[in-house]
């Protein structure tokens, strides 16, 4: 009798420790997303740079450098990808300074040497890029100020123009459409051929660690609002992302407004077309941007 009230008692507590899981687990998972991934670098030894300081919107103080390639002219901010830094936007900011465009560089909330805790999935880095383009303009003097993203900072890119129209021209290299399969990963996870589905708390989750609803964050439908301004889209053919298919960008673009471009490079893979093809890459972005900041 003894033993039979031992096991329904280990029972019992396997019951509820496997319940706790099954509701702590999507928590911890959307933790694992948007958790912040600080860094530190020094500045580039082959480019002139200037650490400055700025408040996003909201109030998170924000970390940049500026490259001055001549004051007056016009000015290209630079937004890295998922939890990297400034640094990632390095290879942009050399080609364009020697094309004499100035350049902003910026940590991102939640990543490099910026503040915030969480990163937004791109519900509040758009904070971080309006007032990183104000920045640049009172910097630099110049009006004309373009914002280039990629990945994470792409999708950022488009819907910070799409509501700021001081942005001039956007360029964006392998962008997202929204965040839906990355909020979808948050509710089941694959144990061998099974899926099991967690508590239905991912998503409340990540918005209430974000302080957003990140899935309003939906590129795809503000993308329209950025015409009559200029925008290129770029993209591999081979992206393998799951959240930055080749057919995203073939959607964005459908729902751009004129003036648009779209170059799908035959390959390269993620944000990969610079390495693959660096001179057609610089050759189009500098087109696109010497017509659309004239």
Do not use: C
């Not at 950025?226 to 959607?251: K, Q």
């Not at 500098?286 to 900041?293: D, R, S, Y």
Request: aromatic share 6%; no cysteine.
């Amino acid at each position: 009798m003894g033993e039979i009230k031992a096991v329904k008692r280990v029972a019992a507590v396997l019951i509820v420790l496997s319940l706790l899981a099954w509701v702590l687990l999507p928590v911890a998972r959307a933790y694992s997303l948007v958790s912040a991934h600080h860094s530190d670098a020094g500045a580039p030894t082959d480019l002139s740079v200037a650490e400055v300081t700025f408040e996003s919107t909201d109030g998170t103080p924000i970390r940049a450098w500026l490259a001055p390639a001549k004051v007056g002219a016009p000015a290209v901010v630079l937004v890295h990808g998922f939890k990297t830094s400034r640094v990632e936007m390095l290879p942009w900011a050399r080609f364009l300074h020697g094309a004499g465009y100035n350049a902003l560089l910026l940590d991102l909330r939640g990543a490099g040497r910026s503040g915030g805790a969480t990163i937004g999935l791109g519900a509040t880095e758009t904070r971080d890029i309006v007032e990183a383009v104000q920045t640049a303009g009172e910097a630099f003097r110049t009006d004309h100020v373009a914002v280039l993203g990629i990945s994470l900072g792409a999708g950022a890119a488009i819907l910070a123009a799409a509501d700021d129209p001081r942005i001039s021209a956007v360029v964006v290299d392998s962008a997202w459409t929204d965040q839906d399969f990355q909020l979808a990963r948050l509710g089941f996870i694959d144990i061998g051929p099974f899926r099991l589905p967690l508590a239905p708390l991912g998503v409340l989750a990540v918005n209430a660690m974000v302080g957003a609803d990140v899935t309003r964050a939906r590129p795809l439908d503000a993308i329209a609002r950025i015409a009559p301004r200029p925008i290129l889209l770029i993209h591999s053919a081979d992206d393998d992302n799951a959240t930055t298919p080749v057919e995203g960008a073939r959607r964005l673009f459908a729902a751009a407004g004129e003036p648009k471009e779209l170059w799908v490079a035959q390959h390269g893979g993620h944000v990969g077309a610079i390495n693959a093809f660096p001179e057609e890459y610089r050759a189009r972005v500098l087109a696109f941007l010497g017509a659309a900041l004239r």
